[in-house]
């Protein structure tokens, strides 16, 4: 089945530019995550749904950085005012169940989509 | 904060060699998960590991966990040069309603002919 898509694959900004990156879980996915990797790093956690529900954004590194999910399935992250730092790839992540509900099965694997690979210059 | 340490974190091996791959995590998780990156692919899930003792195989490599020693451990045997990836292994936390994943810095595996 179709797996987690992310558009789009590349973006190049301008310093102080808004930018909007989409994420489409695997249909049913419960669960929504966005990470940042920088070149060279693991990934690192900004912030996770449940269906509609945003309940953790500790992640996000400043206020310049939000994200939706307004229907329970398809989830944007924008990005304002980008900064060279902010040049990072972006991936989202998908899982079917809660992790308390899934009772220590493999459903709480996060299935990762391709990223979006930022660049502001 | 919970921390994730992977070593070595560069790799370079012969074909046909056996390795260990070292992750060591710095508080409580019975969860730990292993993934593979190609240059500029993402994720690929390899292993979820759910409890102490638990140990998993595919193909060429193996993981295990010790919750007690907070120490994962993914075993390369004969190793040949389509496992030359990335490897993360990652934690999760579960803690008021998220579930994050903490990830270490991964080991670039470079396997040579």
């Known amino acids: 089945g179709a797996g987690v898509s992310q558009s789009p694959r590349y973006k190049v900004a301008k310093r102080g530019q808004d930018v909007a990156l989409r994420c489409d879980p695997i249909s049913g996915h419960v669960s929504l995550f966005w990470y940042q990797q920088a070149l060279g790093q693991g990934p690192e956690f900004l912030t996770y749904f449940q269906n509609e529900a945003q309940l953790d954004k500790s992640g996000l590194p400043s206020d310049r950085f939000f994200a939706e999910r307004p229907e329970g399935s398809v989830s944007t992250l924008k990005i304002q005012r980008t900064q060279q730092e902010d040049s990072a790839v972006y991936l989202c992540?998908?899982?079917?169940?809660?992790?308390?509900?899934?009772?220590?099965?493999?459903?709480?694997?996060?299935?990762f989509g391709p990223g979006t690979r930022l660049l502001v210059l | 904060e919970l921390k994730v340490e992977q070593n070595p974190l560069f790799l370079s091996m012969q074909e046909g060699k056996n390795y260990t791959i070292y992750c060591n995590y710095s508080?409580?998780?019975?969860?730990l998960y292993w993934y593979r990156q190609d240059p500029g692919k993402s994720l690929e899930s390899l292993f979820v590991?759910?409890?102490?003792?638990a140990v998993k195989q595919e193909g060429r490599l193996m993981a295990s966990l010790d919750t007690k020693a907070r120490l994962s451990t993914l075993h390369i045997t004969a190793a040949v040069h389509d496992l030359s990836a990335t490897y993360f292994c990652a934690v999760d936390i579960p803690q008021g309603g998220s579930e994050k994943l903490v990830f270490g810095k991964g080991t670039k595996l470079t396997v040579n002919p």
């Open positions: 508080t409580t998780s019975d969860r």
């Open positions: 590991l759910l409890s102490n003792g």
């Open positions: 992540a998908s899982s079917l169940e809660v992790f308390a509900l899934a009772g220590g099965s493999n459903q709480e694997t996060q299935y």
